[in-house]
T-cell receptor, first 115, second 113 residues
Framework: GAGVSQTPSNKVTEKGKYVELRCDPI?????LYWYRQSLGQGPEFLIY????????DSGLPNDRFFAVRPEGSVSTLKIQRTERGDSAVYLC?????????????FGPGTRLTVT | GEDVEQSLFLSVREGDSSVINCTYT??????LYWYKQEPGAGLQLLTY?????DMKQDQRLTVLLNKKDKHLSLRIADTQTGDSAIYFC?????????????FGTGTLLAVQP
């Protein structure tokens, strides 16, 4: 079956621009996570959705970052006024219910480069 | 806060065993994980261990957990060139309603033919 997909796979943007990154989770998975992986680091948690609601956005670095999941399926991570420090690979993961025992399945990521 | 640490690099010869080590800080973690990341690919869950276990074996993979020292290791037997990748250990942070993963910095495993 289909796994988690993310689009685009690569995004290059100029400093100050707005970007949207899309995640299509595995069908039927109610839990969706966004992580950010900077060069040479492990992924860091950004935000967690349970259904349509953002249950935990404690990892978002500042108010330039926002994410939505309006129908409880596809999610979009939005970054306003991008800065060079936002350059990273943005990873999306989904799990069946969000329980600790549920495996989080990761997408291939979107590599964002801010010039 | 939680912190997961790993050594950065390991080089082994094909056919040898590899041992990748990790230390974590959150003693309440129920599950501990090992993920593999190959260039251009997503994170792949290799194996996990429940905190009430000391050891778990899965084919070529053996996970050892020392809860007292908060030390986790992954042993890969008969390492192959296809095992070359970055390996991340991760723990679950049960803060609030979120089961978010806390990852280490990753260990780059280079397998020499």
């Amino acid at each position: 079956g289909a796994g988690v997909s993310q689009t685009p796979s690569n995004k290059v943007t100029e400093k100050g621009k707005y970007v949207e990154l899309r995640c299509d989770p595995i069908s039927g998975h109610t839990a969706l996570y966004w992580y950010r992986q900077s060069l040479g680091q492990g992924p860091e948690f950004l935000i967690y959705f349970q259904g349509t609601g953002a249950a935990d956005d404690s990892g978002l670095p500042n108010d330039r970052f926002f994410a939505v999941r309006p129908e409880g399926s596809v999610s979009t991570l939005k970054i306003q006024r991008t800065e060079r420090g936002d350059s990273a690979v943005y990873l999306c993961a989904s799990s069946l219910s969000g329980a600790g025992r549920d495996e989080q399945y990761f997408g291939p990521g979107t590599r964002l480069t801010v010039t | 806060g939680e912190d997961v640490e790993q050594s950065l690099f390991l080089s082994v010869r094909e056919g040898d065993s590899s041992v990748i080590n990790c230390t974590y800080t959150d003693s309440s973690s129920t599950y501990l994980y090992w993920y593999k990341q190959e260039p251009g690919a997503g994170l792949q869950l290799l194996t996990y261990i429940f905190s009430n276990m000391d050891m778990k074996q899965d084919q070529r993979l053996t996970v050892l957990l020392n809860k007292k020292d908060k030390h986790l290791s992954l042993r890969i037997a008969d390492t192959q060139t296809g095992d070359s990748a970055i390996y991340f250990c991760a723990e679950i942070d049960y803060g609030g309603a979120t089961n978010k993963l806390i990852f280490g910095t990753g260990t780059l495993l280079a397998v020499q033919p």
